[in-house]
């Protein structure tokens, strides 16, 4: 009963006929859409049924004592609410837009369309032969693929090549410190026997 006294309310029944307008929609063009166009079109319109379904005339009746007291408080509350609805849909889906890359990967789809219209050969089409199709199909794969295989085997060669040439540097300055090292323990054996010599040569006769 309070139900339908709240929506047979005046304000809430002519306020709640539409739903806000927050959603744009595109304007008609005369040029076909890229597909960024229709994907903001098709989640424009989506919102629209969204806010649309709750409408203020169902807000006004879930809360209609509220309302009944307070009708323009009602109001404002249902004006900040689907605000702010909106204000959130839109930002989660231009993070979702952002993160997915979506609008160069639509700009991409339409170019790839846009090139195979300008494109005179005829599109491949299987010959019923699934031998011949296959060997038309998977030959320009292996060779390209053989292609990319003989590159990277060459860029590991000549990456191994250094990695030797590091590696024999490398054995190269370790001998000439194991050299240096000796060298310098010969020296110093030297040094200490001709010390012990001459102590030996002041030494007083017992």
């Not at 919102?47 to 509220?66: D, I, P, T, W």
């Not at 038309?136 to 990277?152: D, E, F, G, I, N």
Request: hydrophobic share 35%; proline share 5%; glycine share 6%.
């Amino acid at each position: 009963m309070a139900a339908a006294a709240a929506g047979g309310e005046g304000p809430a029944r002519a306020e709640g006929e539409g739903a806000p307008s927050g959603f744009s929609s595109l304007p008609a063009q005369e040029e076909e859409p890229g597909r960024g166009q229709l994907f903001n079109t098709v989640v424009d319109a989506f919102l629209e049924k969204l806010v649309a379904a709750g409408s203020y005339q169902r807000f006004a009746n879930c809360y209609h004592r509220f309302y009944k007291l307070q009708p323009e408080m009602t109001r404002s509350i249902y004006d900040q609410f689907i605000s702010q609805l909106q204000t959130s849909i839109q930002e989660e889906i231009h993070e979702i837009k952002k993160e997915g890359n979506l609008e160069e990967l639509f700009a991409s789809m339409d170019r790839i369309v846009e090139e195979a219209k300008n494109r005179e050969e005829p599109a491949w089409r299987p010959s019923g032969i699934p031998e011949e199709d296959i060997h038309s199909a998977m030959v320009p794969y292996l060779l390209k693929h053989q292609t990319y295989l003989r590159r990277a085997l060459k860029e590991k060669e000549e990456e191994n090549r250094k990695l030797a040439e590091s590696v024999l540097a490398g054995r190269e300055r370790i001998s000439e410190m194991q050299q240096q090292i000796q060298n310098r323990k010969q020296a110093w054996q030297a040094i200490s026997k001709e010390q012990r010599e001459l102590i030996m040569m002041f030494q007083e006769p017992e």
